[in-house]
């Protein structure tokens, strides 16, 4: 099993991004999936998670109103489209998926399966 991450870059203050995260080795459609990022000197921490049926959906209280998470699972693929991003959103933002839960976790033992990370940087 495999999870490509890809869709990061730099960006100004104030723009956008909307990095993507590519499942292969196994189909996820009923499996929750989710970001996590993690700044430089900093711990990782949760960012957003999706329900396996795309329905339900929870973001950290920082991120919620400027990002969205979605997925396409016919693709086996889950987005995180990020707005209004600020210097302090710079990190590496990861994915990863459950191998049982339909419902996300905030917490990272929720989660079997990562992707490598992609770098986000937010420019002032």
């Known amino acids: 099993v495999q999870l490509q991450a890809f869709g990061g870059g730099l960006v100004q203050a104030g723009g956008s991004l909307r990095p993507s995260c590519a499942a292969s080795?196994?189909?996820?459609?009923?499996?929750?999936m989710g970001w996590f990022r993690q700044a430089p000197g900093k711990e990782r921490k949760f960012v957003a998670t999706i329900s396996g049926s795309g329905e339900s959906t929870r973001y950290s209280d920082s991120m919620e109103g400027r990002f969205t998470i979605s997925r396409d699972n016919a693709k086996n693929t889950v987005y995180l489209q990020m707005n209004s991003l600020k210097p302090e959103d710079t990190a590496v933002y990861y994915c990863a998926a459950s191998s049982q839960w339909t419902t996300g976790w905030v917490n990272e033992l929720g989660y079997d399966y990562w992707g490598q990370g992609t770098l986000v940087t937010v420019s002032s």
């Open positions: 080795g196994r189909t996820f459609s009923s499996n929750a």
